[in-house]
C-alpha cells in the first residue's frame, strides 16, 4: 500500500513531456512545472508564432516569460528518487480517443511519441527505444504521430511506395514501378517532395512579397487619410479667417463653403478607409493562406505532403498599388487661395465666386482616377523623342544617329569646352526637359568585358566637373538609374544600390508621371515586365540621361 503512493506521488511530480522525474524543474505562471529543458525546448519551436503555452491547461503568453526556479519541488523530487523505484506514466500520457496510440502497448495503451515511415508504426517512448539505440534502426525515418501510416501501403503489392509517378501524379510501390508504370515518369517520393518544397518556397515568397506591398500600401492610406484631414482642417480655419472680414452678407458663403470641404472631406476618407479595408482583409487571407502552406512545408510524410499538395486553393488576384495610385498631395490649399481672392470681389461679384470655390473643392481627389498604363500600345501614346545635348557629352562618348545614339570610345573626341559638359563620369543629358507624362526606350548593345550602361533621370543641377560620386547617375538626390551590364540589373539613387530581378532585355523602357511623382522601368521585348517603381515627389524638371562604359552603346529609340 505504501509503494502504491509512493508510486503516485511519483506520477504527480513528472514532467508531462518526458514523461521522466522533473530536473531542474521550473513553474511556469500557470502554476504548472516542467523539466526546465523541455519546457525551454517546447517555447523555442514556438518561437515564430510569437506566443508561449502550457501543454497542460494550454494557456498562452505573450512575451515569453521568465521560468522561476522551484527549490522546494526539486526536493520532494530527490526524495524519492531516493527509493529506487521508477516513475509510472501520469494519466495524461495515457492514449485517449484522439490520440495516436502506440501499436507495441498492450492493454492500457500509452500515447504514440513517434512514427516510424520504415517500420509503419507508432511507438510511445518506452517501446520507442530501440529505435534510438539499435544501430540499423537509427536509420529509421521518425516523425511525428500519424493515423495515416497505412496510406503509405501499396494496396496492390502490399509494399511500401516511396516512388512517384509523375505521369499519373500518385505514389506507388516499386513493383507499381516496373509493371503498370514501367514506362511513366517515376522519380523517388522524396526527390518529388524537394521539387514540390521548392514550387512551396516559390509560392511563400511571393506571398511575402504582396503582404509588403500591401500592408505598404495600408501604410501610405493611413498617412493620406492623416493628410487630407489635416488639409482640410487647414482650410476650414483659413477660410473661416477671411470670412470673418467680410459682412454679414458673406456669412451665409462661408458656411457653403464649409459644408462642401467638409462633404469632400468625408467622401475622400470614405474612400481611402475602403480600399485600406479591402487591402487589410488582403492581408489576413495572405497570412491565412502564408500558414497554410507552412502547415503543409512542415509535413514531414512525403507521401502525405504529395496527396495534399493538389488541394491547395489558388491565390487570389491581388488588389495592392498596382490598382491604385495616390495624387500628389494638394487637398484643400487651392480652397484657401480662392476664398481669398473674394475678399476683394464684394458684393456684386459673390454669385460668381460661389461656383469657382465649390468648384475647386470638387477637384480635391487623393486616388488617381487612372492608373499607370499596362501594355506597351498604351505606353506609346506618352512616347517622348530624346536627342542627346552634345553640350553635356563626355570627350570619351561619340555621338551619332541624330544624337540619339551613343559609344563610349578609346580616345576623345573634338567637342569644345562647355560648363555643362561632364568631365569626369561617361555620361549625357537629353535636350528635352520632362515633365507630363512620357514614356521612352533605350536600346543597350552589350560590349565584351565588365561595365555595361546606366539608364538615368536627373535634374539639370547635378554635379557635371571631375568624377566624384555626386557626378554619377544614382549616387546623390539629384539622379535615379537602372545599371545593365547585360546578365542583370540594379537600381541606384542616393548612393543606395537595389538588386532588381526580372527578364533581362536589350530594351529598357522608362515611364514618367512628373506630377504625379512616379518614375518605372521595364524590360521590353514581346512583353513588358516591370523592373522597377519609384513613387516620390520631384521638385524640378527632369532630363534623361544615359552612361556608357567602353566597347558598350545606347540609343535612344524612335517610337513613332
Known amino acids: 500500500m505504501a509503494q502504491q503512493e509512493i508510486q503516485q506521488d511519483r506520477q504527480r511530480f513528472c514532467c508531462s513531456f518526458c514523461l521522466d522525474l522533473l530536473k531542474d524543474p521550473v513553474t511556469t505562471v500557470c502554476g504548472h512545472s516542467y523539466c526546465k529543458s523541455c519546457i525551454n525546448t517546447h517555447w523555442d519551436k514556438e518561437e515564430e508564432r510569437g506566443s508561449y503555452s502550457c501543454r497542460q491547461c494550454r494557456q498562452t503568453f505573450t ?47 500509452l500515447k504514440a511519441l513517434k512514427s516510424c515511415l520504415n517500420c509503419l508504426a507508432s511507438y510511445c517512448e518506452k517501446h520507442l ?60 517520393a522524396a526527390a518529388e517532395r524537394t521539387e514540390r518544397q521548392r514550387e512551396l518556397g516559390l509560392k511563400r515568397q511571393t506571398i511575402k512579397q504582396r503582404l509588403q506591398d500591401t500592408e505598404k500600401d495600408v501604410k501610405l492610406l493611413q498617412q493620406e487619410e492623416e493628410a487630407v484631414n489635416g488639409s482640410a482642417d487647414k482650410a476650414v480655419e483659413d477660410s473661416e479667417k477671411i470670412f470673418t472680414e467680410l459682412i454679414r452678407l458673406l456669412e451665409k458663403r462661408s458656411s457653403d463653403v464649409e459644408q462642401q470641404i467638409r462633404s469632400q472631406q468625408e467622401t475622400e476618407v470614405s474612400r481611402v478607409r475602403e480600399l485600406q479595408e479591402i487591402l487589410e482583409q488582403e492581408i489576413t487571407e495572405l497570412k491565412r493562406k502564408d500558414h497554410e502552406l507552412k502547415q503543409l512545408s512542415d509535413t514531414e510524410d ?11 486553393s489558388p491565390l487570389s488576384g491581388s488588389t495592392h498599388s498596382s490598382s491604385f495610385r495616390i495624387r500628389p498631395l494638394r487637398d484643400f490649399e487651392d480652397v484657401t487661395a480662392a476664398v481669398s481672392q473674394v475678399r476683394g470681389r464684394l458684393q456684386d461679384i459673390l454669385s460668381e465666386t460661389e461656383t469657382e470655390i465649390l468648384q475647386i473643392v470638387s477637384r480635391v481627389d487623393v486616388l488617381l482616377p487612372q492608373p499607370e498604363p499596362e501594355t506597351r500600345a498604351d505606353f506609346l501614346r506618352y512616347s517622348q523623342e530624346i536627342t542627346l545635348d552634345p553640350n553635356t557629352v563626355h570627350r570619351r562618348l561619340l555621338l551619332s544617329e541624330g544624337n540619339r545614339k ?23 543629358l537629353s535636350r528635352e526637359s520632362l515633365t507630363g507624362p512620357c514614356y521612352w526606350e533605350v536600346e543597350v548593345e552589350v560590349g565584351l568585358g565588365a561595365g555595361g550602361v546606366g539608364v538615368a533621370v536627373t535634374y539639370k543641377n547635378i554635379s557635371r566637373a571631375g568624377g566624384s560620386r555626386e557626378c554619377r547617375f544614382g549616387f546623390s538626390d539629384k539622379s535615379w538609374s537602372l545599371y545593365c551590364d547585360g546578365d542583370s540589373y540594379n537600381f541606384h539613387y542616393n548612393s543606395i544600390e ?5 527578364p533581362v532585355s536589350s530594351r529598357v523602357g522608362v515611364y514618367l508621371d512628373h506630377s504625379a ?10 512583353t513588358m515586365t516591370l523592373l522597377h517603381r519609384v513613387q516620390t515627389t520631384f521638385t524640378q524638371p527632369l532630363y534623361a540621361g544615359v552612361w556608357v562604359w567602353p566597347k558598350y552603346t545606347a540609343e535612344f529609340c524612335k517610337l513613332k
Open 302 to 312: 512525403h507521401n502525405q505532403f504529395l496527396h495534399n499538395y493538389p488541394s491547395l
Open 517 to 526: 511623382g512616379f518614375l518605372s522601368f521595364y524590360s521590353v521585348s514581346d
Open 63 to 109: 512575451p515569453r516569460p521568465v521560468l522561476e526556479t522551484s527549490t522546494m519541488l526539486a526536493d520532494l523530487v530527490e526524495e524519492l528518487k531516493k527509493t529506487g523505484l521508477q516513475a509510472a506514466p501520469a494519466d495524461h500520457c495515457y492514449a485517449g480517443p484522439e490520440d495516436v496510440v502506440c501499436d507495441v502497448c498492450t492493454g492500457r495503451k
Open 498 to 502: 537595389t538588386p532588381v530581378s526580372g
Open 406 to 428: 551613343v559609344a563610349c570610345m578609346s580616345e576623345d573626341q573634338s567637342y569644345s569646352y562647355h560648363p555643362d559638359r561632364f568631365t569626369g563620369r561617361y555620361q549625357v
Open 129 to 188: 527505444q530501440r529505435h534510438l539505440q539499435s544501430a540499423p534502426l537509427k536509420r529509421h525515418k521518425l516523425v511525428e504521430p500519424s493515423e495515416k501510416l497505412q496510406e503509405n501501403i501499396c494496396s496492390r503489392h502490399d509494399e511500401v511506395m516511396k516512388i512517384f509517378c509523375r505521369t499519373d501524379q500518385q505514389c506507388i510501390c516499386y513493383l507499381c514501378s516496373v509493371e503498370e508504370h514501367k514506362d511513366h515518369d517515376t522519380v523517388s
